[in-house]
């Protein structure tokens, strides 16, 4: 567990520092209402190190950085003229096709220096997990900067994002303001993405930010909350990459997407009045009662047409259960349904216990000769036929138990869920439904009178 | 005037073969001498599992005289590539396409479909089997039919530029297991499983892999693990391919204090490797050279 502790301080104190920057920036990027920005601009920097590697700079030159740095630059300039051009398509249109073309070029890029292959994956990637100290340290040093830079400018910058003339300011320095913007943006995002990858530090800038955003107008409670939830959100990932074996950088976008159903759950259940509270929770459990009863209704239905198909839910709910399609078959079927299950395994097994002695005897022993090896891999090439063998026999019997379970299971659960379903929508629309009584009664009285 | 243009047809017509890796177009170049010109379709030092075909590797393929593909689902774009141009001689079993699989002594037979997650298939049986210098043997075979067969007037200088090849490589082979011999049974964790074959032939002992999918980042709890299971097996070097993510395979070998060693697995993926011989000449010089700096 201490190994685990040890691997896990650098990348969480990666992430805290990427959550203070990125949840700031994220509350610009959903005034400015250009939530891919971040993209954009991070392959732009990426285009900038393919060009430079392609040119016989490594990525982590300074050359390499003094490229990405330019592209960056030209990223920045681009969607701060796009701004006044949006004024009948949105920005988010052109933020768009920056990216794309960005990512185009970069392929292109790499099409004539393959080596810069590596850089690009590792964007798409992201390595957060192996970070080092020296990167932690230097993210701080430069994030403090900016946020510094930022906090000077905090008046004009809050302004010019939100809205794209503000009163007082003359076009110039709307320009001029916009550029110091994205390209400190771009900055940020071009160092926190070859840690992070664009998937996560697309994450940590708009779901803590939006999270804030829907508990408050605040700027400071909005960061204060985003902080708050972004940290736990990473933690909660990274606790989740560990314990249950997931790529890290994943793992913390998925918690950060469950920290924002919560957070929607709150805001309705939690921090709405009495009444309102009580309304809301109806409509959450009558809409999961729903999902629940289409769900199995149309697994039913679905068996029904195709019992030899896949049925993922069914096969969830034996898996759950216990109860397989064994049930269903005849003694001596079912006695073929388990030979053929044991026999696959014993077949793997072997395949695996050769595996272990040609491994073993790469190195300890006398080599094996090559007609040994070709022997061996016959073996395993005839045992996995058979596997395979087994696994159709069982394939088949699982089909025809399926086939007799079709009507068995298939018309009563697509009963029951069909009566809980009408049960709902009495129970949502009974008012509207008496209310157009009602209403329907009203008008034949009036056309009587 | 006639005997003239008849003598300079052969060098003017010079075959074209076409191979999938520079690998394999390494070892045709060597066995066609100047009676061929190749041309690999994955370029020198790309990622062959991420390879996405051009335009132009169909015409490369028409004007084919011979394919020669590694097979064993390595190369599986090519089958499609090759439905459009719609030459039959080039599609599976066509008289002029060659696997360079057939016959090798296959690593790894797995039961799993052709092509696994994320396309780089280690299915059917390990693909990289041309890391073992002896498996150039049974593959030149395999080139030299395919050549004599389409050029059947070239047969003597065809077969003596094999036997040429095979002496160069027994000199060599001999060379390059002498050098790894002192590290014999060496335990070795690999970024990619890419040196089955390599290790079998050196007698190196590569106990597992940072990588645990194609394009999958490690977990967390695998590093853990790869890095207890290391410091308990005493593992003495980390493998790298280029063109994959370097930080988890510095990480792991920085926690396990040994080198990172990057390797080439295919001619002209590193500088220095421009041939099938320099190849395993700079592998085996800097492997050598990795592990010997630790054990004096
Ligand atoms: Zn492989």
């Known amino acids: 567990m201490s190994d685990a502790l040890a691997l896990l301080v650098l990348p969480f104190a990666a992430s805290v520092v990427f959550v203070l920057m990125h949840a700031y920036l994220g509350v610009h990027v959903l005034r400015r209402k250009i939530v891919f920005a971040d993209l954009a601009l991070a392959q732009l920097s990426a285009l900038g190190a393919t060009v430079a590697f392609a040119n016989g700079y490594p990525a982590a030159s300074a050359a390499g950085f003094g490229y990405a740095l330019l592209f960056t630059a030209i990223g920045a300039a681009l969607l701060t003229l796009t701004r006044s051009l949006a004024r009948v398509v949105s920005q988010e249109a052109f933020v768009g096709i920056v990216y794309v073309v960005a990512t185009a070029a970069t392929i292109l890029v790499v099409d004539r220096s393959p080596q810069g292959a590596e850089h690009v994956k590792k964007i798409l990637v992201g390595s957060i997990l192996t970070v080092e100290p020296m990167d932690v340290a230097k993210f701080a040093a430069l994030y403090a900067v900016v946020g510094f830079l930022h906090w000077l400018a905090r008046r004009p910058l809050l302004a010019v994002s939100g809205e794209a003339s503000p009163a007082g300011r003359t ?12 390209m400190s943006f771009g900055v940020v995002v071009t160092s926190s993405v070859t840690t992070a990858g664009v998937l996560l530090v697309f994450s940590l800038l708009i779901v803590p930010a939006v999270i804030g955003s829907i508990f408050s107008g605040k700027l400071p409670v909005v960061l204060l909350i985003a902080w708050g939830v972004g940290i736990a959100g990473c933690a909660t990932g990274l606790a989740g990459s560990y314990a249950l074996d997931l790529p890290t950088g994943a793992a913390m976008v998925t918690a950060l997407a469950g920290f924002l159903v919560l957070a929607g759950l709150a805001k309705v259940l939690l921090f709405v009045g ?7 929770l109806r409509v959450a459990v009558q809409a999961m009662l729903a999902v629940v009863f289409l769900a199995v209704l149309s697994s039913c239905v679905w068996l029904m047409i195709n019992p030899t198909g896949d049925q993922p839910l069914l096969a969830l709910v034996e898996r759950a259960t216990g109860i397989g399609p064994a049930q269903f078959l005849r003694p001596s079927e079912r006695d073929a349904f388990e030979n053929a299950a044991r026999d696959s395994m014993r077949f793997q097994e072997e395949v695996d216990r050769l595996d272990a ?57 697509a009963f029951i869920a069909l009566l809980g379903l009408l049960w709902l929508a009495r129970r949502v629309w009974p008012s509207r439904l008496s209310g157009r009584n009602k209403d329907g009664v009203a008008a034949r009285d009036s056309v009587v009178t | 005037m006639v005997a003239t243009a008849l003598a300079a047809a052969p060098a003017l017509a010079a075959m074209r073969v076409v191979a999938t890796t520079t690998d394999l177009a390494a070892l045709v170049a060597v ?27 169909l015409g490369k393929l028409r004007r084919a005289g011979l394919l020669v593909r590694v097979g064993l689902g390595y190369d599986y774009w090519l089958d499609a590539l090759v439905n459009q141009t719609g030459e039959q001689r080039l599609m599976r079993g066509g008289e002029a396409t060659l696997d360079a699989s057939a016959g090798i002594p296959l690593l790894e037979i797995r039961g799993q479909s052709i092509i696994n ?35 059947p007037g070239h047969r003597d200088r065809i077969l003596a530029n094999r036997e040429g090849f095979l002496s160069q490589l027994e000199t060599r082979r001999t060379l390059w297991s002498r050098t790894l011999a ?14 089955p074959y390599f290790a079998r032939r050196f007698r190196l002992n590569v106990i597992a892999f940072i990588e645990p999918k194609t394009g999958v980042a490690p977990s967390p709890a695998h590093l853990v ?35 990172l060693v990057r390797l080439a697995i295919s001619v002209g993926s590193l500088e220095g490797t421009n041939d099938y011989l320099a190849l395993f000449d700079y592998n085996v010089a800097t492997l050598a050279k990795a592990l010997g700096a630790r054990s004096p």
């Open chain 1, 171 to 182: 076009q110039v320095a709307v320009w001029t303001w916009d550029f110091a913007f994205f």
């Open chain 1, 274 to 280: 009495s009444e309102r509270r009580q309304a809301n």
């Open chain 1, 357 to 413: 002695l040609e491994k073993a005897a790469r190195y300890q022993g006398t080599p094996l000769p090559d007609d040994e090896i070709r022997r061996i891999a016959s073996y395993q090439q005839s045992f996995n036929e058979m596997t395979r063998g087994e696994r159709f026999v069982q394939d088949v019997l699982q089909g025809k138990a399926r086939t007799r379970e079709r009507w068995i299971i298939g018309v009563p659960g």
């Open chain 2, 31 to 57: 066995i066609g001498g100047d009676l061929v010109t190749v041309e690999s379709i994955v370029p020198a030092g790309a990622d062959p599992e991420a390879f996405e075909p051009r335009p132009g590797d």
């Open chain 2, 117 to 151: 997650e994320g396309g780089h298939a280690h299915g059917m049986a390990n693909p990289h089997y041309w890391l073992d210098p002896e498996n150039a043997i049974i593959v030149t075979a395999g080139i030299a039919e395919a050549l004599v067969r389409i050029a």
């Open chain 2, 182 to 195: 002192p590290f014999a049974g060496t335990k070795l964790i690999a970024y990619h499983n890419s040196w």
């Open chain 2, 225 to 259: 693990q790869l890095i207890s299971e290391g410091r308990r097996a005493q593992v003495r070097a980390i493998l790298h391919e280029p063109f994959d993510p370097e930080d988890a395979s510095r990480f792991v070998a920085q926690k396990l204090g040994v080198p």
